[in-house]
């Protein structure tokens, strides 16, 4: 299987304007953000009222992803989890932002912004691999090109549905509340090791405790 995997990771297709492009990887994760800014408080709080849930796509072209106006794109795309489906139900989802309401894009690091994103959800090729295609539009600098063809097409690694508490009895309750269409029964749960931030933060930020659902 791991082979079949490898061999479909070569079929990748990333096309940017007129380039057509091989990419090395590309992964996806749900996040749960389980903390949010009040401004009124101006101080960030933490529980049920902030949970936001999010897809969390990037893809690294190459050995040179990261510098400075390379390709290394990038997607954070804010759902509804209300509306998210189990994630075995996910091959044939369609999440369009045309008016760029939902997501946060990106070309690169210092590079052009994408909208009009589009993700397409095809089939699950392993238990955490699943096939997709997201479609977009750019300025292209090098070409001075308005609204230039952004196309991935291709499998990505699905690393799981993530999130980050400060108590473990959270986690369940969280992921219900964020996610209530989720089949419980399809995942399996596992735990880092707790995370404990610098003095710099305040005392009730410092410690946390990440936790992954993956596909069984």
Known sequence: MIHSVERSNNNNRLQLNERILTPQEASLCLWISTEGWDERQKAWLY???FLKVQWNLEIQVDEQSGEDGTPAPSLCY???GSKLPPLAMLPGMRLDDPDNNWCEAWYGNDAPELT???LTFGDWATNDHIYLRWSAKFNDWDTGVDSATFLFDGLVHFTGIKMKVKNDND???F???ALPL???SELNIAWEEWQILSDDF???RRKWHWVTWSRK
């Open 47 to 49: 529980g049920e009222p």
């Open 78 to 80: 804010y759902i509804l």
């Open 116 to 118: 009009e994103n589009t």
């Open 171 to 173: 986690a369940g309750n």
């Open 175 to 177: 992921l219900k509340l």
């Open 182 to 184: 989720s089949d419980l």
């Open 202 to 204: 305040p005392e009730d």
